[in-house]
């Protein structure tokens, strides 16, 4: 079945970093493709998507691209904040018309000052 | 901006007691959605709604019931509270043109003892 694999975390990094989080996937058909963001204490909610190959999403300074050939959908920032101190989810959307995500298992950053 | 409630942040309860969890949604969303949230299972689909006083089962549904006789308001069951149901749990919703765009309220901390 359809499946979302991320990198694990803890992810610890500095102010001004560099980020790249990976997101791999497998799917039949074309799915869409989203970032989901949890900040602490919060509810998720949606940071960027892309609903065909070689799109690229983009919010908040965050960007990624659906890429087909290496079925990936990998978020990069060029310089974090401490306030992007999150849990990151990459998810896509199911198969046929059933409205659901699959979801992968979230992948916790802080930033440090 | 899309507001979604969830009746409690925190809420202590006893083995085998029944609980109720609200969650109402302000934009006229057709489709919501149960999630619990724990460490290392990342987000796992309990129930969903794509219309009133209709339901469908999630990936794990078993222990819980869903009851939607409003559209704005979509409430999670447990029929009789046991200690590995304590979790996050979380509501979402979306548009039925948009069906992947979930909004999330904040989340209820259930604790079972």
């Known amino acids: 079945g359809d499946s979302v694999t991320q990198m694990e975390g803890p992810v610890t990094l500095s102010e001004e970093a560099f980020l790249t989080i990976n997101c791999t996937y497998t799917?039949?058909?074309?799915?869409?493709l989203f970032w989901y963001v949890q900040y602490p204490g919060e509810g998720l909610q949606l940071l960027l998507k892309?609903?065909?190959a070689d799109d690229k999403g983009s919010n908040k300074g965050f960007e990624a691209t659906y890429r087909k050939e290496t079925t990936s959908f990998h978020l990069e920032k060029g310089s974090v904040q401490v306030s992007d101190s999150a849990v990151y989810f990459c998810a896509l959307s199911g198969t046929g018309n059933n409205r659901k995500l699959i979801w992968g298992l979230g992948t916790s950053l802080a930033v440090n000052p | 901006d899309v507001k979604v409630t969830q009746s409690s942040r925190y809420l202590v309860k006893r083995t085998g007691e029944k609980v109720f969890l609200e969650c109402v949604q302000d934009?006229?969303?057709?489709?919501m959605f149960w999630y619990r949230q724990d460490p290392g299972l990342g987000l796992r689909l309990i129930y969903f709604s794509y219309d009133v006083k209709m339901k469908e089962k999630g990936d794990i549904p078993e222990g819980y019931s869903v009851s939607r006789e409003k559209k704005e308001r979509f409430s999670l069951i447990l029929e009789s509270a046991s200690t590995n149901q304590t979790s996050m749990y979380l509501c979402a919703s979306t548009l039925q043109g948009l069906p992947y765009e979930q909004y999330f309220g904040p989340g209820t901390r259930l604790t079972v003892t």
């Open positions: 799917a039949t058909g074309y799915p869409s």
């Open positions: 892309a609903t065909k």
């Open positions: 934009m006229d969303h057709e489709n």
